[in-house]
């Protein structure tokens, strides 16, 4: 999902970018959507079947550490 898709989504659920980026951004909207707030934050299992973010949180967990610093950085920099 590019930027401007995630901003959109958002806006639907009447959540504000407030500048601290897309992770927080997509938690938020994990929230609006009944899920848990845990995008990006490495947990190994998932149990929220219906999150649209779940496959790429269970890729992410298991990358190695270098990489999901590098992955976090480069999302909180397209919000910014």
Do not use: S
Request: charge should be negative; charged fraction near 30%; include cysteine.
């Amino acid at each position: 999902m590019d930027n401007q898709d995630l901003l959109e989504l958002a806006k639907r659920y009447f959540i504000a970018a407030d500048g601290r980026g897309n992770t927080n951004l997509i938690r938020k909207i994990q929230v609006a959507e009944r899920h848990r707030d845990c995008f990006a934050t490495g947990r190994p299992n998932c149990d929220e079947m219906g999150c649209r973010w779940r496959a790429e949180c269970l890729a992410e967990a298991t990358r190695p550490a270098h990489a999901n610093a590098l992955l976090a950085n480069a999302l909180n920099q397209e919000g910014d």
